[in-house]
Nanobody
Framework: QVQLVESGGGLVQAGGSLRLSCAAS????????MGWYHQAPGKQRELVAS???????NYADSVKGRFTISRDNAKNTVYLQMNSLKPEDTAVYYC?????????WGLGTQVTVSS
């Protein structure tokens, strides 16, 4: 069974940086894509960034130029480097992995950015 475990969330001042990690286990195949979503109170869960197994990336407009997603296939781990953080980035961040029509989710990690 596929399991995703996030780490690296926390409290940071505006303008600071955090690096999120997501370790995947239990898959016999490389995931088609892995990504990060966030969800703020009272809002829908939204895509932040994703990366395919070949390294193609996609970012939400709100994080372009500030966040970088990367993937270590040997470690089955995906990262999200978050720089120049803003209070609007405050949310629970969830790791996601996709394989054909299936997808899996981590339990989430809280990111709080203070002003």
């Amino acid at each position: 069974q596929v399991q995703l475990v996030e780490s690296g969330g926390g409290l940071v001042q505006a303008g600071g940086s955090l690096r999120l990690s997501c370790a995947a286990s239990g898959s016999a195949f490389s995931f088609d894509s892995m990504g990060w979503y966030h969800q703020a109170p009272g809002k829908q869960r939204e895509l932040v960034a994703s990366v395919t197994e070949n390294g193609n990336t996609n970012y939400a407009d709100s994080v372009k130029g500030r966040f970088t997603i990367s993937r270590d296939n040997a470690k089955n781990t995906v990262y999200l480097q978050m720089n120049s953080l803003k209070p609007e980035d405050t949310a629970v961040y969830y790791c996601n992995a996709k394989l054909i029509t299936s997808d899996w989710w981590g339990l989430g990690t809280q990111v709080t950015v203070s002003s």
